[in-house]
């Protein structure tokens, strides 16, 4: 399998996802201001959780055990595919509950359908399926489509209609749906996956294996959501806007991220089975350069931060720049522990995921409590800081177990010496707006990693590498 081109195609494919989310936002942002956006927010937070209760982690191990199935993987994903409809079917009556007892009353209509549509909104399984099948741009063809119903519908909702939320809320709930029953019929053609074969061991085999993604998974969305539901409760629906509009970079960063880690599994997989010092080499080429752009982005981030919020969504939303500035560090420690953890899920054991997560979940919700009355929403984006570094700190550890000490420590202690030196400049006391120190900031950033010798080479060349001497036969003595 060729990674450059798998990754070309589903970043094509994700690019168009985030793009039209990213559009429908600040559309709805600019039209509904900060109070009726939270409204908006809300209620789409919930149908996220709902559908992340209906997954409950099992999409995590798809690619990892399609490519380890082999000539099975078409009954594999029967028994995945069976399962799934079991899981979303079961979660259908306590859904229509929670969304009866705590859902928005003015939107209980679409969300007592999202509810009953669960096990089609919270299918988003389909990229890993593409790409083991090798028709890996079939995953911008159903983006596409996505995005199109996404934008028209609520750009009509906009313009059309009285009640924007409501309607927005409607067009909401028709995409996802569009996107899981047309991504189902298109994997079902490419595998061909009989149903009716699917059996109670195999989809036991995948619980097994999954159950520590599925209470992982479980406290991992709730940390990533519980933040809207306690600014609700502790500020105004204002808030629950503005600092939405601040995590939605962060969102969007982490869907590129996702997008290339997602095809990355597959080639981490076969590195494991085929050598571990490969393996090693390939995840510390990828760490240094993760590292790199991701503490840019965090330590520059200051410079552009007010006048990008200022710029996209509006005055009203300028008030999220710190809150946004501190969001940033949390996508670089994210996106470093999302690398981690790709790793660690192709050579050890992972049923640590449930207490960790619980760990980060427990983090979040009591800095949420303490620091929200006192900071407002930035207390909200240093708690979920807080808790990302939780969770990162204990997957260091067993990456470190189960490869040994892979990460180069010189190397860090100069990105470390870099950073500080160029958030130095960033945060210079001299009276000018701060995206004029946006260039010199950079240049001491960069500039300085190329005198130290310390910028990263091409990650993807370095995979490719050991991918090929992993699979090259041993010569003959």
């Given at each position: 399998?060729?990674?450059?081109?798998?990754?070309?195609?589903?970043?094509?494919?994700?690019?168009?996802?985030?793009?039209?989310?990213?559009?429908?936002?600040?559309?709805?942002a600019?039209?509904?201001?900060?109070?009726?956006?939270?409204?908006?927010?809300?209620?789409?937070n919930?149908?996220?959780?709902?559908?992340?209760?209906?997954?409950?982690?099992s999409?995590?191990?798809?690619?990892?055990?399609?490519?380890a199935?082999?000539?099975?993987?078409?009954?594999?994903?029967?028994?995945?595919?069976?399962?799934?409809?079991?899981?979303?079917?079961?979660?259908?009556?306590?859904?229509?509950?929670?969304?009866?007892?705590?859902?928005?009353?003015?939107?209980?209509?679409?969300?007592?359908?999202?509810?009953?549509?669960?096990?089609?909104?919270?299918?988003?399984?389909?990229?890993?399926v593409?790409?083991?099948?090798?028709?890996?741009?079939?995953?911008?063809?159903?983006s596409?489509?996505?995005?199109?119903?996404?934008?028209?519908g609520?750009?009509?909702?906009?313009?059309?209609?009285?009640?924007?939320?409501?309607?927005?809320?409607?067009?909401?709930?028709?995409?996802?749906?569009?996107?899981?029953?047309?991504?189902?019929?298109?994997?079902?053609?490419?595998?061909?996956?009989?149903?009716?074969?699917?059996?109670?061991?195999g989809?036991?085999?995948?619980?097994?294996?999954?159950?520590?993604?599925?209470?992982?998974?479980?406290?991992?969305?709730?940390?990533?959501?519980v933040?809207?539901?306690?600014?609700?409760?502790?500020?105004?629906?204002a808030?629950?806007?503005?600092?939405?509009?601040?995590f939605?970079?962060?969102?969007?960063?982490?869907?590129?991220?996702?997008?290339?880690?997602?095809?990355?599994l597959?080639?981490?997989?076969?590195?494991?089975?085929?050598?571990?010092?490969?393996?090693?080499?390939?995840?510390?080429?990828?760490?240094c350069?993760?590292?790199?752009?991701?503490?840019?982005?965090?330590?520059?981030?200051?410079?552009l931060?007010?006048?990008?919020?200022?710029?996209?969504?509006?005055?009203?939303?300028?008030?999220?720049?710190?809150?946004?500035?501190?969001?940033?560090?949390?996508?670089?420690?994210?996106?470093?522990?999302?690398?981690?953890?790709?790793?660690?899920?192709?050579?050890?054991s992972?049923?640590?995921?449930?207490?960790?997560?619980?760990?980060?979940?427990?983090a979040?919700?009591i800095?949420?409590?303490?620091?929200?009355?006192?900071?407002?929403?930035?207390?909200?984006g240093?708690?979920?800081?807080?808790?990302?570094?939780?969770?990162?700190?204990v997957?260091l550890?067993?990456?470190?177990?189960?490869?040994?000490?892979?990460?180069?420590a010189?190397?860090?202690?100069?990105?470390?010496?870099?950073?500080?030196?160029?958030?130095?400049?960033?945060?210079a006391?001299?009276?000018?707006?701060?995206?004029w120190?946006?260039?010199?900031?950079?240049?001491?950033?960069?500039?300085?990693?190329?005198?130290?010798?310390?910028?990263?080479?091409?990650?993807l060349?370095?995979?490719?590498?050991?991918?090929?001497?992993?699979?090259?036969?041993?010569?003959?003595p």
């Amino acid at each position: 399998m060729n990674y450059t081109v798998s990754l070309s195609a589903q970043a094509l494919a994700r690019i168009v996802y985030v793009a039209s989310g990213a559009a429908v936002f600040v559309l709805l942002a600019r039209v509904l201001g900060p109070s009726r956006l939270g409204e908006y927010v809300l209620a789409t937070n919930l149908i996220t959780v709902l559908a992340a209760l209906a997954d409950l982690g099992s999409t995590a191990i798809l690619a990892r055990d399609l490519v380890a199935s082999g000539a099975g993987r078409s009954a594999f994903l029967a028994d995945f595919l069976a399962l799934r409809l079991i899981m979303g079917l079961a979660m259908t009556v306590p859904a229509m509950v929670v969304v009866a007892v705590i859902g928005p009353g003015d939107l209980l209509l679409p969300l007592l359908a999202a509810s009953v549509l669960l096990p089609l909104i919270a299918a988003r399984f389909f990229d890993p399926v593409f790409q083991v099948a090798e028709r890996s741009w079939l995953s911008l063809v159903l983006s596409t489509g996505y995005a199109v119903l996404m934008s028209a519908g609520t750009t009509a909702a906009v313009f059309l209609t009285e009640d924007v939320v409501f309607w927005g809320m409607i067009v909401y709930i028709a995409a996802g749906v569009f996107y899981g029953a047309t991504g189902l019929l298109m994997a079902w053609h490419l595998m061909r996956p009989q149903l009716q074969s699917a059996s109670r061991t195999g989809m036991w085999t995948i619980v097994g294996t999954a159950w520590p993604f599925c209470l992982g998974s479980l406290f991992a969305m709730l940390t990533a959501r519980v933040d809207v539901f306690l600014i609700e409760v502790l500020g105004t629906s204002a808030m629950v806007g503005q600092y939405n509009a601040a995590f939605r970079f962060v969102d969007l960063g982490m869907a590129v991220v996702i997008t290339v880690l997602t095809p990355l599994l597959t080639v981490l997989t076969r590195l494991a089975f085929a050598d571990r010092a490969s393996l090693g080499r390939a995840f510390d080429a990828m760490m240094c350069f993760v590292a790199t752009g991701a503490t840019a982005i965090a330590v520059l981030a200051p410079t552009l931060t007010a006048v990008v919020l200022k710029l996209v969504y509006g005055p009203q939303f300028e008030i999220a720049a710190p809150t946004l500035n501190v969001l940033a560090w949390k996508f670089q420690v994210a996106f470093i522990n999302l690398l981690m953890f790709a790793t660690l899920m192709t050579v050890a054991s992972i049923r640590f995921t449930w207490w960790t997560s619980a760990l980060a979940l427990c983090a979040n919700v009591i800095a949420n409590i303490v620091l929200i009355p006192q900071l407002g929403i930035l207390g909200a984006g240093v708690a979920s800081l807080a808790s990302e570094l939780v969770q990162t700190g204990v997957d260091l550890v067993f990456v470190i177990a189960a490869l040994g000490r892979v990460l180069t420590a010189g190397w860090w202690k100069k990105l470390a010496f870099v950073s500080l030196c160029a958030s130095a400049v960033v945060h210079a006391p001299i009276g000018l707006d701060r995206i004029w120190l946006l260039a010199p900031a950079a240049l001491v950033f960069f500039g300085l990693l190329y005198i130290m010798k310390a910028i990263p080479s091409n990650p993807l060349r370095v995979v490719q590498a050991e991918v090929s001497a992993s699979t090259q036969p041993i010569a003959a003595p």
